[in-house]
C-alpha cells in the first residue's frame, strides 16, 4: 500500500480499541519474570558455552601482540580469538568502525580478543590471563583543544542542507539588532545507560546461524552482521522478541552479536555473550558532546529577525555530527538565518543515535537561549515563543506545516501550570530555606516515514495472529499493533495475538527515532486491509461496502460471523505501507512545551525538582496509557541531562572514567516528583492511515532547558554548561538572610 494523499476517514476512526488506554498485554511476562530476553534463551539452546571480551587498554594505535596461551590452558576454556587471527570486519550500517580484526586501535576498550569456556566464571577469569602489547599514541579527547582542527560537515540526516545553511543577511541583520543575545553553551558525552546490555546467544546449523539478540531494528542487525560474516542474509535469522531499552544503543549491530557468533562457529557450541558496562560506555556509542554558539537579534517587541547557531562536535574520524542545529532550522520564524556544523576527530567511543539525536543537545541549548532573550527584552518566555511561531518552513515557505500546534502546546502548558504565578525576578519565590523557580521550554523533534510491514493470519477458531519483525523495547507495541488488528478487523483486543522481533516475519521500520509506531501500526493497516479483502471474497460480500464490527462481517442486509470465513483454512493479509512525496510537500513534525517547578537549598545548593508538565502535539494518540509512559520516562531521562549525566574523559589515556551504573548517575525514584502530561488531540492525516506521530522522543525535547531555566529563576545564576551541579552555583548563591 502506498500512502501519496492525505487520509480519509477509515475504519481507524471509529476509536473503539485504538485510541483506549489498554494496559500493555506483555506486562504480564515483564512483572513475572517470564519474558525471555536475549540472554536468557534457555528455551532456545542447549548445552551453551560462555564468552568474554577484552578491551584494549589504550585509545588509539596498534596491537603489536596478543598472548593467549594462559588462558588457554585455564579451567574450561574453549577458545581463544583475538583481533590480530582476522581481517578487519566490515562496519556494520550507519557505523564507521571495525568492531572486530585488524590491528588498528581507534578508542579505548575497543574488542581485541574474545574467550569462550564452559561457564560465565571461567570465561572471566580467563579473560584476565591475556596479555597485548601496543603501539600508541596520545588520544585526541579533549573537544575544546580539537577545535581548531575541526572540520565543516553538514546534517547526516538532512541531506537537502548545505554544510552551511545561510537564510538572508544574518551578519547584517545582527549587527543591525536593537536587542542581542551572543552566548556559548555545552552539552557533555552521555551513554544510554539502559537495564539491559548488549546480549547476543548465537548457534549455527550448518552454514545457518540463528542470533537471539538485543536489536532495536531486526533489520539492521541481520544485515549488518551478514555483510561481516560473508553469509546470505537468507542463512541468518534474528529473534528479539524482548528487549530491555535502548534509547539508541541497540539501533545497531555491536561486537557482542559478531563476537558471540565468531564464538558458536569455532567451538560448535551455541554461545552465549554480553557487553560488560565498561565496554558499553567505552566501545559502545554515545551521545556525543558539543561547544555550542548561539546568536539571537531582535526587535524590541520580541520578533527574531536574526538566528545564528553554530554547533562544535566531536567523533570518530568518518563518522557524523550530533546534529544540534537540526531543530533551530524550523523551531521559530527568523528572516535571517546562519546554521553551521563542524567535526573534530576524537578518539573516543563512536558518537551515534540517542534519543532524539540532534534536537535533544541542540535544544538544550537553544532554549536556554530563548529564556535569556526574553529576560533581555522583559517580554515573558511562554509569549516570546508564541510570537515567533512560524507555520512554514523558513527556507521553503511553501513548505508548510502538516499539523503545528506549538502555540497551543504553550497556552494549554502556561494555564495547567499555573504560569502566571511565576515572579520572573530571580530569586523571589521562596518556601523556607528553599528558593524556588519556574522554568519553560519548547520541544520540536520530526515525524519520520518510514516503510513498514506485516502479516495478519485469520485463524481456523476465529482468532487473528499478527507477525512482523517490529521490537518492543518497553514501549508498549505488542498493545498498539493488538489494538490496531482489533479495531480494523471488529474483534476485541484479547482476540489477538501479536509476534515480534524475528527475521522471518515481515520487514517492519523498527524501534527508533519515534517512528516505530506510526509506521509499524500503518504497516499492519495496510496488511489488515487485504485481508479484509480476502475476507470479503470468501464470503461472498462486497469488499466496497463490508464492515467489521462486534465479531461479524456486515454488508448490506448479510450479517457473518468473522470466524465464518476462516473454516474452509485460514486467511493471510501480507503488506506494507510505504509513502509517497508527502514529505516534501509538507514539514511533519512534532511539538511539545515542558514546564518544571525547581526548588534550590539556599544553604547547600542542593536542587528538588518539584513537579513537571509537558504537552504534546504528536498527532493521534494511539494508546494514552502508553503514551503518558513513554512521555514520563523521556521526562525523567530530561532530568537527568539537565542535573547529573556526563560521561568523564580521562584525557590522558582517553577512557571514560564513570563507565558503570555506580559512576555514572542517573535519575532514581527519589529523584522524580509529580509529572503531569497532556496529549492535544489532533490527528494528523498527512502521516499516515494512522493519522499518528511519535511520541517516544518529543518528550525529551526541551526537557532540560526547562530546568536549567528555572534554576535560574529560583537562583539568578545561569548555567550553559550542563550539567548543573553543585559546584556551578555553591560561589554565586545568593546571601541567605
Known sequence: MKFATPAGENPIDRLTVVGQPLRRIDGARKVSGTAPYAYERHDAVTDPAYGWIVGATIARGRVKR????????????????????????????????????????????????????????????????????????????????????AEPTA????????????????????????????????????????????????????????????????????DSLAAALGIAKENLRVEAPFIGGGFGAKLLMRADALLASLGARVTRRPVKLTLQRPLIANGGTRRAGTIQRIRLGATRDGRLTAIGHHSLNGNLEGAFAE?????????????????????????????????????????MAFEIAMDELAEKLGIDPVELRIRNDTQV????????????????????????????????????????????????????????????????????????????????????????????????????????????????????????????????TSGLYAACLTLRDAVSARLGLDPGTAEFAGGDVISGDRRVPLAQAAEGGALVGDDQITYGDLDKEFVQATFGSQFAEIAVDQFTGEMRVRRMLAVIDAGRVLNPLTARSQAIGAMTMGVGSALMEALAVDKRYGFFVNHDLGGYEVPVHADIPRQDVVFLDHPDPVSSPMKAKGIGEIGLCGVAAAIANAVYNATGIRVRDYPITLDKLLDKMPRAA
Open 66 to 149: 596478543i598472548d593467549v596461551a594462559a588462558a588457554l590452558r585455564a579451567p574450561g576454556v574453549l577458545a581463544a580469538l583475538t583481533t590480530l587471527d582476522f581481517g578487519a570486519f566490515k562496519p556494520g550500517f550507519r557505523t564507521t568502525l571495525h568492531l572486530f580484526g585488524g590491528a588498528e586501535i581507534r578508542h579505548y576498550h575497543q574488542a581485541i580478543a574474545l574467550v569462550v569456556a564452559e561457564t560465565f566464571e571461567q570465561a572471566r577469569a580467563a579473560a584476565h590471563l591475556i596479555s597485548a602489547e601496543y603501539e600508541s599514541a596520545s588520544p585526541r579527547c579533549d573537544l575544546a583543544r580539537e577545535a581548531s582542527n
Open 155 to 222: 546534517d547526516r540526516d538532512g541531506p537537502d542542507y548545505p554544510v552551511v545553511d545561510r537564510i538572508g543577511d544574518f551578519e547584517a541583520a545582527f549587527a543591525a539588532a536593537p536587542v542581542t543575545l551572543d552566548e556559548r553553551y555545552t552539552t557533555p558525552d552521555h551513554t544510554h545507560a539502559m537495564m539491559e546490555p548488549h546480549a547476543t546467544t548465537a548457534a549455527w546449523q550448518g552454514d545457518k546461524l540463528t542470533i537471539w539478540t538485543s536489536a532495536q531494528v531486526v533489520s539492521w542487525h541481520r
Open 323 to 363: 546534529a544540534a542545529i537540526a531543530p533551530t532550522r524550523l523551531m521559530y520564524g527568523a528572516p535571517n538565518r546562519d546554521l553551521s556544523m563542524t567535526l573534530a576527530t576524537l578518539d573516543l567511543a563512536e558518537g551515534n543515535d540517542m534519543r532524539a539525536p540532534g534536537e535533544a543537545p541542540g535544544l
Open 393 to 520: 518552513d523558513p527556507r521553503s515557505p511553501r513548505r508548510r506545516f502538516s499539523g503545528r500546534h506549538l502555540v497551543e502546546c504553550l497556552q494549554v502548558g502556561a494555564e495547567r501550570f499555573g504560569w502566571s504565578r511565576r515572579h520572573p525576578a530571580p530569586g523571589s519565590m521562596r518556601d523556607g530555606r528553599w528558593l524556588i523557580g519556574m522554568g519553560m521550554a519548547a520541544g520540536f523533534r520530526l515525524n519520520l516515514l518510514v516503510p513498514s510491514g506485516a502479516r495478519i493470519r485469520l485463524e481456523r477458531d476465529g482468532r487473528l495472529t499478527v507477525e512482523t519483525d517490529m521490537t518492543d523495547i518497553g514501549t508498549g507495541t505488542y498493545t498498539i499493533l493488538a489494538q490496531t488488528a482489533a479495531e480494523m478487523m471488529g474483534v476485541p483486543a484479547d482476540r489477538v495475538t501479536v509476534r515480534l522481533g524475528d527475521s522471518s516475519f515481515p520487514q517492519s521500520a523498527g524501534s527508533g527515532g519515534q517512528f516505530g509506531a506510526n509506521n509499524a
